[in-house]
């Protein structure tokens, strides 16, 4: 099992920007991609991005050319430079690590606790 630790989460202005960080711990030889989910209020949760252990990417639609999923396999560590802001980019935002991705799919085994990123208008 992999525990993860979200920071970076806060309160930004329309076209802002916050970086979000994960550091994964445990099991970390198991992770073949990392990513983001996020969950806005009364909505369900939706993939924003993740990649994989050899650097590829994928994003929603709704986020692509605004943001940027990175890792750092040294530091165990995914980033997530959100620009651009809008308010309704609003949500709490999980990260995740391992299970099953192919194409625009991302299921997850394992999730962090959250991080509230809130966009004001």
């Known amino acids: 099992q992999v525990q993860l630790v979200e920071s970076g989460g806060g309160l930004v202005q329309a076209g802002g920007s916050l970086r979000l960080s994960c550091a994964a711990s445990?099991?970390?030889?198991?992770?073949?991609?990392m990513g983001w989910y996020r969950q806005a209020p009364g909505k369900q949760r939706e993939l924003v991005a993740y990649?994989?252990?050899?650097?590829?990417?994928n994003y929603a639609d709704s986020v692509k050319g605004r943001f940027t999923i990175s890792r750092d396999n040294a530091k165990n560590t995914v980033y997530l430079q959100m620009n651009s802001l809008k308010p309704e980019d609003t949500a709490v935002y999980y990260c995740?690590?391992?299970?099953?991705?192919?194409?625009?799919?991302?299921?997850?085994?394992?999730w962090g606790q959250g991080t509230q990123v809130t966009v004001s208008s």
């Open positions: 445990g099991s970390i030889f198991s992770i073949n991609a």
């Open positions: 990649i994989t252990s050899g650097g590829s990417t």
């Open positions: 995740n690590a391992g299970g099953y991705y192919s194409g625009s799919y991302y299921y997850p085994e394992d």
